[in-house]
């Protein structure tokens, strides 16, 4: 059984950016500035000829963070600390986010990042968030509320109650978890099955990379 993550429209963008780190498999793809370009270019976020920064890398890193916070207070983790707001309200700041008008086209007007560069880029991230809260869809993307895991993936339940990224190992992992606790029994965790489930579940999706990394052999 292979849950469906993806996000409708846009929104995957937004699930994509979220997921450039693994933390299950210890792995950052915006590993340097230069990575950090070649993404948002490779994402349609940015133009070819875009250049990234130290201090770009750190700023797109701190709103991954602060949606990952976000995410996992859509997963029932309460609400998130007001510094992943700041951060959200920076970034939009910095982007230069402006509503726009176009002329000859009825009832057209959408929301501009007009920065140049990562700034915009990133602006153009949260335009995408804001287009989700206006559609409803924003709440049903969620971060797996796994701590080990944390991956972003889209609620397709019908009732919003998907909490895992995948039910058959996080969420299995998490009921071994309570079966111990309650019975002091000591195991040693499973981990090795979610990085193949999750490539599973990920295989419909758009993005090349995830899909042809591979099955990484077992942590445990
Ligand atoms: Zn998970």
Not at 63 to 85: D, T
Request: with cysteine; proline share 3%; hydrophobic share 40%.
């Amino acid at each position: 059984m292979s849950k469906q993550q993806q996000a409708p429209g846009e929104l995957e963008l937004v699930r994509e950016f979220v997921n450039t780190v693994d933390l299950e498999r210890d792995e950052e793809r915006l590993s340097s500035a230069d990575a950090l370009a070649a993404w948002l270019v490779d994402h349609g976020l940015a133009p070819p000829a875009v250049h990234a920064r130290a201090a770009d890398l750190r700023r797109a890193i701190e709103l991954r963070e602060a949606l990952r916070n976000v995410l996992l207070a859509h997963n029932g983790g309460g609400q998130a600390p007001a510094a992943a707001y700041e951060t959200l309200d920076d970034a939009v700041c910095r982007a230069r986010v402006r509503l726009r008008f176009r002329e000859g086209q009825d009832a057209a007007a959408g929301l501009e990042s007009e920065a140049a560069g990562v700034d915009g880029a990133l602006g153009r991230i949260l335009v995408i968030v804001h287009g989700a809260i206006a559609q409803g869809t924003w709440t049903r993307l969620k971060a797996c509320r796994d701590h080990s895991c944390e991956w972003a993936f889209y609620d397709h339940t019908k009732n919003r109650s998907g909490a895992w990224c995948s039910m058959r190992v996080c969420g299995n992992r998490a009921k071994a978890r309570a079966y111990r606790e309650r019975t002091h029994k000591p195991t040693v965790a499973d981990r090795s099955g979610v990085l193949a489930e999750r490539s599973a579940a990920d295989a419909s999706s758009a993005e090349p990379s995830r899909a042809s990394s591979g099955v990484r052999a077992p942590l445990i």
